[in-house]
């Protein structure tokens, strides 16, 4: 059976995250969070909670060889960081996005040719890195229509092909079915290949439009957790949404939907 885990970046979000965290604990899930550097990790590390994943870096890019430089410092900066809070998975993104989630090395359509062998070398020092200090990075789709434009290899069949292309444990990929619904669509096809080919490090949940949690949209979350059950998925799924209304309201909405009948 899969793992649930809510981010505690977009719930509970009048409280310090120290306090997010064990909310989320209390009511059974693990927590998630983004760029490690604005929290207080020592007061993570009090916290009972299982911190099951954050941001892999602070800075950089994939494919130029400065930014590349970049993401890599920062990356070991983190993965010295997720050792102060017990976490075990990093998670990246096509390249670095500012505070309003906005790319710091935008593309526009497809990412040349040229950029993939350069993209998929830095992955490869990437999940070096991951595998000797015993962590996991996950390579993260986005959609580039609503939240993310400009972002290169942000869709679901990109990071897959680039997870695969690298063939290392430690890189895999966040397959974000918000995301992937409102580039790709088909998700629980794309949910059977990914983890087919055995490259998937963690699926990441909220419902269309309006990134809420399951139950709000359009998406048929019970019959993807069907899916996974079927599967045999034993990996994490974790809310990456905003609360509609109350947050409790919003994790028992996803515990619904992801407990199958």
């Known amino acids: ?90 998670n990246l993104h096509g390249t670095g996005l500012d505070a309003e989630g906005l790319p710091v090395a935008p593309v526009t359509g497809e990412a040349p040719g040229p950029l993939w062998p350069a993209a998929v070398r830095t992955l490869d020092r990437i999940a070096a890195l991951g595998e000797s200090a015993g962590v996991v990075f996950t390579l993260e789709n986005l959609n580039t229509a609503v939240d993310h434009p400009g972002v290169p290899f942000a869709r679901a069949a990109d990071t897959l092909a680039l997870v695969a292309a690298v063939g290392r444990p430690g890189l895999r990929m966040n397959l974000d079915l918000y995301h992937a619904q409102i580039g790709e669509g088909n998700l629980i096809e794309l949910v059977r290949r990914a983890h087919g080919l055995g490259l998937i490090g963690e699926i990441q949940v909220a419902d269309v439009p309006g990134r809420r949690e399951p139950g709000t949209g359009e998406i048929n979350y019970p019959a993807v957790a069907r899916a996974l059950t079927e599967l045999g998925y034993e990996g994490t799924v974790a809310m990456e949404a905003w609360a509609s209304a109350d947050s409790e309201l919003a994790l028992e909405r996803f515990r619904t939907a992801f407990t199958p009948a």
């Open 1 to 90: 059976m899969y793992t649930l885990a809510v981010c505690a970046e977009m719930v509970f979000r009048d409280l310090p995250v120290e306090e997010r965290v064990l909310r989320i604990h209390d009511a059974g899930f693990e927590a998630e969070i983004w760029d490690w550097s604005r929290h207080d990790l020592a007061a993570l590390a009090r916290t009972p909670a299982v911190i099951s994943s954050m941001t892999g870096y602070l800075r950089g890019t994939l494919t130029d060889p400065e930014g590349a430089a970049e993401l890599l410092r920062t990356a070991e900066e983190s993965v010295r960081a997720a050792e102060r809070i017990g976490c075990r998975r990093l």
